[in-house]
């Protein structure tokens, strides 16, 4: 057991844990994070992803004591953040995943996400094929991707548009 200095979703938290346990362990059961799926467990599915240093990665393949020192964003970490940053209500990601029906079961949804949010950090308008590729990790059983895909563009064409006014 070590305990490890973690920033999650900008709070700085002293953690104990085994060294063998994953970041998506110390997140579900340690810190009582459970928006972050616990699916596959060998990264196939995408339902644990959380941003580290702001890019895309598998909780579940990430070792806890690896993650020191980054910044990890949850799900849960979404709505503060979009509004530490001076937007109001939810970051816009979650907005348009909820006005375009994109949340069936749920489970992936964290994921798709936080993926989704990740491009949208990076990329000020992608392409709808460069939004498939930022969610090619992320798999879903219920919606066959095109209300998450809409979503994504959502977010795009409020931004874009909020920008251009």
Known sequence: MRVLELKINGDRVEVAAPD??????????????TGSKQGCDKGDCGACTVLVDGKPELSC????????GAEITTIEGLLPLHLQAGGTGPDPVQDAFDRCGALQCGFCQPGMMLSARALLNECHSPSQAEIKKALSGNLCRCTGYTQIIEAVELAIAERVGAKNS
């Open 61 to 68: 393949l990430k070792l806890a004591a690896l993650s020191e």
């Open 20 to 33: 063998h346990w994953t970041l998506l362990e110390v997140l579900r059961y340690r810190l009582g994070l």
